[in-house]
């Protein structure tokens, strides 16, 4: 053996499927899943390319992994409190987990075959909505609507050029404004003013939105 392969074989010796899936979500994190391959992961770990596909067959694989480990950082609904309460937790724990990955919101409902951690969060939602007096098709129903309002705030939320109220008044002051002549645009101008005066703070609008979908939801319990 040569002393490059021996030095690989040196190197490949340290992984395991946990640090390999652990790596991955750190790059990811960084810059995104569309660039994420096999190739630069290895290279990223010190490792020879195909001495990842011992742990992972594919990068298929390797994303239902680490989509798997995002669903373990989810805290599911308690089932000691009302469903509401207990929903109200586990989206707020969602879309504090997609902040911090958000490369997986979009893969969060794409991955067939589902690790265990995927599969156990999704039993324990629909555990509460079942034991909540919710029927299948309205458990489902609700499960859908919960879902489509965290993930589209997430996606969202990703996207804004600002990260805190502060950030959002210096933009509107600086940027927004000056583009909104208010005899064009008076509702506008109206709106703008009055938010930087309250220092309005758009994270807040996730538990106001939120709180409208469950209270939506609490009447069709017990419907079939």
């Known amino acids: 053996m040569s002393a490059n392969e021996e030095r690989q074989v040196a190197s490949d010796a340290g992984l395991s499927k946990q640090r390999v899936?652990?790596?991955?979500?750190?790059?990811?994190?960084?810059?995104?899943?569309?660039?994420?391959?096999?190739?630069?992961?290895?290279?990223s770990l010190g490792a020879g390319a195909m001495s990842l596909y011992h742990y992972v067959a594919n990068k298929d694989e390797l994303l239902d992994a680490m989509i798997d480990v995002v669903f373990e950082e989810i805290e599911p609904p308690p089932a000691q409190i009302d469903w509401q309460s207990a929903m109200r937790r586990e989206a707020v724990s969602t879309q504090r987990v997609l902040a911090q990955h958000p490369w997986a919101t979009s893969l969060?409902?794409?991955?067939?075959?589902?690790?265990?951690?995927?599969?156990?969060?999704?039993?324990?939602?629909?555990?509460?909505?079942?034991r909540a007096g919710f029927s299948v098709l309205m458990a489902t129903h609700a499960n859908w609507m919960i879902n489509s309002y965290v993930y589209g705030y997430a996606l969202q939320a990703a996207s804004l050029p600002f990260d805190t109220a502060d950030e959002l008044a210096d933009m509107t002051e600086g940027v927004y404004l000056p583009q909104l002549p208010p005899a064009e645009f008076p509702y506008l101008n109206e709106s703008a003013a009055?938010?930087?005066?309250?220092?309005?703070?758009?994270?807040?609008?996730?538990?106001?939105?939120?709180?409208?979908?469950?209270?939506?939801?609490?009447?069709?319990?017990?419907?079939?």
């Not at 899936?21 to 290279?43: C, P, Y």
């Open 21 to 43: 899936v652990a790596e991955a979500i750190r790059l990811a994190d960084r810059d995104g899943v569309d660039g994420l391959s096999m190739r630069r992961l290895a290279g």
């Open 194 to 224: 009055e938010l930087v005066a309250v220092g309005y703070d758009p994270s807040e609008e996730f538990i106001f939105g939120l709180d409208l979908v469950l209270a939506a939801l609490e009447p069709l319990r017990d419907s079939v």
């Open 108 to 130: 969060m409902e794409s991955r067939t075959t589902p690790g265990p951690a995927n599969l156990h969060h999704r039993e324990a939602v629909t555990a509460c909505l079942r």
